[in-house]
């Protein structure tokens, strides 16, 4: 079988990290079952992380300038994490951050339920869109930002959204799912690392969301990923993967 590392040493190829200092980093931040689900078949919020995996979740958010969230993850749970820790509000602030991230919801057709309680917490949000997705939300106060960058074929443009993300200030994002929108920022090549924490349950369910959603990497194609840290807290073990980029 076609091995990449193989292709590797022959091509001399060096392993790159990080963004090249255009766009936002980005770190996945995610919770899973031990076969690989991030939610059972219902598709409802996945509570089944300990209060160690909350506390990590939130301290990878307090490192971040941006959150990034696909709808998907809103609609299921209607609201999103925001630093409440004293300490982690204090580091914020010694660092010259403002005490909240921003939160940015990624919807191409930016149908999202004005009642969430999302809208009532006190964090900046910010809205990734199409121009369609745009045009129901502008004028309105729930967005502070709305951002509208779409392909010739009406998609969202990732590379263009990163670019302008960068220019306004983001340099680093915590991306906090679901599969859907983690699929979409590897395909685009712009996922850097991953925080997975392996909780001790089984969900199963061929339709249950997974960490990578979409349509699929073959092995040849699939990125590799360097094991930066693994961390064992009684029965979780929480990971954290680089993605080996490659340079000739
Ligand atoms: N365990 C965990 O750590 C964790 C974390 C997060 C989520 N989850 C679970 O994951 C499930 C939700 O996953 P999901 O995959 O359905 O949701 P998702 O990725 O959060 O959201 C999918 C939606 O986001 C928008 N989106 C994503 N990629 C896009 C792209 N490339 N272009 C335009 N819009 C894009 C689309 O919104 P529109 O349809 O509005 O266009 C799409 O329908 C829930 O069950 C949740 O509990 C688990």
């Known amino acids: 079988m076609y091995r990449l590392f193989q292709l590797e040493a022959d091509l001399n190829i060096k392993a790159k990290v990080g963004s090249g200092g255009d766009r936002p980093t980005t770190t996945v931040v995610l919770a899973m079952s031990v076969d690989g689900k991030i939610a059972d078949t219902s598709r409802a919020a996945a509570r089944f992380g300990s209060a160690h ?37 204090e580091q914020r602030q010694q660092q010259g951050k ?15 339920d004005p009642q969430f309680p999302f ?3 006190p964090v900046p949000r910010w809205l990734l869109t199409t121009t369609a997705g745009a045009q129901q939300w502008q004028g309105g106060e729930d967005f502070e930002r709305i951002l509208a960058v779409e392909t010739a074929t009406g998609k969202i443009d990732w590379q263009a959204a990163f670019q302008q993300l960068w220019t306004l200030g983001l340099k680093n994002l915590a991306v906090l799912g679901g599969g859907t929108l983690v699929a979409s920022l590897l395909e685009a090549d712009l996922v850097d690392e991953l925080w997975l924490t392996v909780c001790p349950l089984l969900l199963g369910g061929a339709t249950a969301p997974t960490p990578i959603d979409g349509v699929g990497l073959m092995t040849a194609l699939a990125p590799r990923l360097q094991l930066l840290e ?15 980029r490659f340079e000739i």
Request: one cysteine or more; charged letters at 20%; aromatic letters at 6%.
């Open 230 to 244: 693994a961390r064992t807290i009684d029965d979780e073990v929480f990971l954290h993967y680089q993605v080996r």
């Open 53 to 89: 995996d909350k506390a990590h979740l939130e301290q990878q958010v307090a490192q971040a300038d941006g959150v990034l969230l696909g709808a998907g993850t809103l609609r299921a749970y209607g609201t999103t994490l925001r630093v409440v820790q004293s300490g982690l509000l």
């Open 119 to 121: 809208f009532r917490q």
């Open 98 to 112: 403002p005490l909240q991230p921003v939160q940015i919801v990624c919807s191409r057709s930016a149908t999202i």
